[in-house]
């Protein structure tokens, strides 16, 4: 297995990971894969391309089989220390079949340990009720949920 960043050859399956993600938790959406799939492509050149998003992939015989995406969000900086974006983690998809493998957990740690040498202040990520056992597990603890306004 390896466990690295995402490069633009991996659109197309980052493209039916998500299609499949959707689906998988959400069996009613419908939409238009070709549609879907334009849209897509075009956020995932320029996450790659770009210095804001970082996609975290395990690829096992050459196929990726989980995907774990950070978005990096930028403090206002406060006097008195140098001021470090956070991290926001989403995404997290590992396919069925390598599900409980480990592999999901080896992404995690390869990006915690790619974001603390970055020095982010922390990573931050909203679970599902499913998947708070995961997060726990890999030494995230639960934290006051934020509040929102829902437009």
Request: contains cysteine.
């Given at each position: 297995?390896?466990?690295?960043?995402?490069?633009?050859?991996?659109?197309?399956?980052?493209?039916?990971?998500?299609?499949?993600?959707?689906?998988?938790?959400?069996?009613?959406?419908?939409?238009?894969?070709?549609?879907?799939?334009?849209?897509?492509?075009?956020?995932?050149?320029?996450?790659?391309?770009?210095?804001?998003?970082?996609?975290?992939?395990?690829?096992?015989?050459?196929?990726?089989?989980?995907?774990?995406?950070?978005?990096?969000?930028?403090?206002?900086?406060?006097?008195?220390?140098i001021?470090?974006?956070?991290?926001?983690?989403?995404?997290?998809?590992?396919?069925?079949?390598?599900?409980?493998?480990?592999?999901?957990?080896?992404?995690?740690?390869?990006?915690?340990?790619?974001a603390?040498?970055?020095?982010?202040?922390?990573?931050?990520?909203?679970?599902?009720?499913?998947?708070?056992?995961?997060?726990?597990?890999?030494?995230?603890?639960?934290?006051?949920?934020p509040?929102?306004?829902?437009?």
């Amino acid at each position: 297995m390896n466990i690295r960043l995402a490069v633009e050859e991996d659109v197309d399956a980052l493209i039916r990971m998500r299609w499949d993600f959707t689906l998988e938790h959400q069996p009613e959406v419908e939409g238009d894969y070709r549609l879907f799939s334009k849209e897509c492509r075009e956020f995932l050149t320029a996450a790659i391309q770009g210095d804001r998003w970082y996609i975290w992939v395990a690829e096992v015989d050459g196929s990726l089989v989980s995907h774990v995406y950070i978005q990096l969000i930028d403090k206002v900086p406060r006097p008195g220390r140098i001021t470090y974006p956070f991290a926001f983690m989403t995404n997290v998809y590992t396919h069925p079949e390598y599900r409980s493998q480990g592999i999901g957990s080896r992404i995690l740690q390869k990006l915690q340990e790619w974001a603390a040498e970055k020095k982010y202040e922390f990573i931050i990520v909203w679970p599902s009720d499913e998947s708070r056992n995961f997060y726990g597990r890999n030494g995230y603890t639960l934290c006051n949920d934020p509040m929102e306004l829902v437009l």
